[in-house]
């Protein structure tokens, strides 16, 4: 069992845990990612970590509630517990010197960007970071990012915070003004970052992204996660999640990633269901503790 | 010496007993157990297992303990059988083997003990693996397993997985007074005995209890830690005080034939299909929460000839497939896979496509898997590994239409522990570098054994390989030498 020290919302439906895992603090870098199980009928499902102090042996993961697991995640508070983490999992980010970067987080993405936005500032990189959101409640990790960076340019789809577009106009505009970029390093939806590799590939800027595979064991056992780079395949969880961006065939990922959609929707309307029928019957609370323990079927 | 010594217990003659027929071991019928995930073979009874008992010759030099990985007595359990000594027969197992549950299962005993029984020379082999799970089950049933006393070494052992191998070095060393920890990367304690092997051939509750055993004589287990990624080997021997580490992490990363397609949805590695089946229960969703492709009505391949690959179509079947194809590139004489799953799979109606490769997966278009497109093969001259070398027939293209495939080739070293332990040697395949009498690894005070060594192997070569490791971690660690 694992212990959530303190759980909060950063957006809505964005919930930042900070659990008590003292192995996975000590060793986690940035750019890995953790997989954890809620309970002991729960599916296995990887989570991007966005801190660790190794001091008090806690890591921070961030959870947007997307399907029944994850939405479920964010129903735990401060005190509860997750049954399995198991990590840091995947290749940590390659971080050296390489001049100018530009990092770009996607929504909850931002969450998995920003160590390595911080620990490329702290090897001496100078960090241009543009953070992309679909409006103003769902920017996270502003104040984070902005300490970790030289500049920080914030977009949100709708306009209704900072400036309306998306990343990609902004990292445009930086390479239009002739700023020499070494790196670009995007994190975030598949379509975001697809978008950020048909620009960077035009001038020939060496892209990283994260990828987000469905996962079981994240160890390589399972093949899974397996993404087509270059035409082969390689397995998310050990080869990456990090990959040459320009390398990824993003169709094949969007494809795999719809897999289960039928069961997931099954899932959720389900959960949707109890929660509401619970909530009805005055007894919130009790919904989802009981959720948590597989009990809601 | 004649076979019946005169301190037999067995009130039969030599003759006698080679007239008496093997018992056939009671099973679900196969229409009804096609479609459950019940376990196929039901076990013997105790007068069925007496029975049995009756027909071993009592070999001066049995060769039977000779071709047993980990050595079992098996003349003398059998002898503890005739005579009704079922708790007796299972404590002699278990001298040499620690999970006789299992092996009794999942041995390929016509490939060992049984292979070489004398009786073979005449009639059908005397049925070992039968009569060892019959004492495993009963030792079980009566709830009297011996926890042994040891004085305390003092020394600590880390264990890096849960599997078979993992398991016997747990089970030997904690017997010998040592302090045992296991390390499991995943959330359940068994390695490929809880992910791999499918509850239809060994029931998960077996599993648990054999490692609830293993508590009992003091074995700790740790799951969720990922050895080379969580914590290193180098900081389990200097920070957390180990005094020898072995290492027993399997066979690792699900081999593709890079075909055309295998990206496709309905393509499954043997290792993804069944993790999900037997680890996750993803056949219960929605109670519980992991995802399968739902097979009912569908038409499903495995693509290898090995036990992993009849596991996973049988699996297949009984997750409601309406076909169910095994495609395998040589013919029957070649398969890997062991006899009796053969037998069981050809009862249950899959279909084997023998001498039959694929090339490519063809699609609907959307990304979903519609067919496989394949050749057959002939047999052509001997390859590397001693058998015809399969080639393709011109001109012999067909197009099997399926909605799910699953790829059951064979599995490659998993890296992980390898590339973070500096001066750990390996092969040029990526496995671990051991000695096959000491398992003993380049670096002082670590060992390996099992499928991260050789390559994908069977439960009981992993076991073996566990057992010589315990006896050389048992000598490394009292004499100090190296």
């Known amino acids: 069992m694992f212990k959530i020290v303190h759980a909060q919302f950063l957006a809505p439906g964005i919930k930042r845990f900070v659990i008590e895992a003292p192995r996975i603090a000590r060793k986690q870098q940035p750019g890995q990612f953790v997989i954890l199980r809620i309970y002991e009928e729960g599916e296995r499902i990887p989570v991007t970590i966005e801190n660790s102090d190794p001091e008090k042996g806690t890591i921070n993961i961030v959870v947007q509630s997307a399907g029944k697991t994850t939405s479920l995640l964010n129903t735990l508070e401060t005190g509860d517990s997750i049954l399995d983490v198991v990590g840091p999992l995947g290749k940590p980010s390659e971080i050296r010197d390489y001049g100018t970067v530009v990092v770009v987080g996607g929504g909850v993405g931002t969450a998995m960007a920003y160590p390595t936005a911080a620990a490329l500032k702290r090897v001496g990189n100078r960090v241009i970071s543009i953070v992309g959101a679909r409006n103003k409640d769902l920017v996270i990790l502003e104040k984070e990012m902005r300490a970790v960076s030289d500049a920080l340019l914030i977009t949100t789809d709708d306009g209704s915070y900072a400036d309306k577009g998306f990343v990609t106009d902004k990292l445009r505009q930086l390479i239009e003004n002739g700023m020499p970029i070494d790196l670009v390093v995007a994190v975030g939806p598949i379509v975001m970052m697809k978008a950020v590799c048909d620009l960077t590939r035009k001038e020939n800027i060496h892209t990283v992204v994260s990828l987000n595979p469905i996962m079981i064991d994240g160890t390589g056992m399972c093949g899974g996660c397996r993404v087509l780079i270059d035409g082969k395949s390689e397995f998310a969880c050990v080869d990456g999640p990090e990959f040459d961006g320009h390398k990824v065939n993003f169709e094949v990922l969007v494809q795999r990633n719809a897999m289960y959609r039928t069961a997931e929707q099954q899932s959720m309307e389900e959960f949707k269901r109890l929660q509401k029928a619970e909530a009805e019957e005055g007894e919130v609370c009790a919904a989802t503790s009981g959720a948590r323990r597989g009990a809601q079927r | ?482």
Request: charged share 25%; with cysteine.
């Open chain 2, 1 to 482: 010496m004649s076979p019946a010594a005169s301190k037999s217990k067995n009130p039969l003659s030599p003759k006698e007993r080679i007239k008496v027929p093997r018992q056939l071991m009671p099973e679900q019928p196969a229409e009804a157990r096609a479609r459950n995930f019940e376990e196929v073979n039901l076990g013997y009874s105790a007068e069925l297992a007496q029975q049995e008992a009756l027909r071993c010759l009592e070999c001066a030099k049995p060769t039977c303990t000779d071709n047993c990985p980990v050595g079992i007595d098996v003349k003398e359990f059998v002898q503890r059988i005739v005579i009704g000594d079922f708790l007796g027969a299972a404590a002699k197992i278990r001298e040499a083997n620690v999970l006789p549950a299992i092996t009794g299962r999942v041995c390929p005993q016509e490939d060992q003990c049984e292979g070489k029984c004398l009786l073979s020379k005449k009639v059908k082999p005397l049925g070992i693996g039968y009569l060892e799970r019959f004492v495993a089950d009963y030792e079980q049933r009566m709830g009297t397993h011996i926890v042994p006393n040891v004085e305390s070494t003092g020394k600590k052992i880390a264990i890096v997985g849960s599997g078979p191998s993992g398991l016997t070095v747990a089970g030997d060393l904690i017997q010998k007074g040592h302090s045992v920890r296991v390390f499991e990367a995943l959330h359940e304690i068994g390695g490929v005995l809880v992910y791999g092997i499918p509850e239809f051939r060994l029931p998960k509750q077996i599993v648990r209890e054999q490692i609830d055993y293993m508590r009992q004589m003091g074995v700790e287990f740790e799951t969720d830690v990922v050895v080379g990624r969580t914590v290193t080997i180098d900081e389990l021997l200097e920070e957390e005080g180990y005094d020898a580490v072995y290492i027993g992490t399997g066979a690792g990363l699900p081999q593709f034939m890079n075909i055309p397609g295998e990206h496709l949805n309905g393509v499954y590695s043997a290792n993804e299909f069944l993790t999900r089946i037997n680890l996750m229960k993803a056949y219960k969703f929605p109670v519980y929460d992991e995802p399968m492709l739902d097979l009912h009505g569908q038409d499903v391949a495995v693509i290898g000839g090995g036990n992993t690959a009849l596991d996973a179509i049988r699996s297949a079947l009984r997750l409601g497939a309406r076909k169910a194809y095994v495609i395998y590139r040589r013919s029957d004489a070649e398969m890997p896979a062991r006899a009796e799953e053969v037998h069981h799979a050809r009862q249950e109606g899959i279909d084997f496509q023998m001498l039959t490769a694929p090339v490519e997966f063809l699609t609907d278009g959307k990304g979903w898997l519609t067919a496989a497109r394949c050749v057959r093969m002939e047999l052509g001259e001997p390859d590397a590994s001693g058998r015809r070398r399969p080639v393709p027939i011109q001109g012999s293209e067909f197009d099997l239409l399926l909605s799910v495939a699953v790829i059951a080739i064979g599995t490659t070293a998993n890296p992980i522990v390898q590339s973070t332990t500096p001066g750990l040697g390996t092969n040029k395949r990526g496995y671990i570098q051991a000695s096959e009498e000491t398992q003993r690894t380049t670096r002082k005070g670590v060992f390996a054994g099992g499928d991260i060594v050789t390559g994908a192997a069977t439960v009981i070569l992993a076991m073996g390989a566990g057992r010589r490791a315990a006896n050389s971690i048992h000598t490394y660690l009292t004499t100090g030498e190296w």
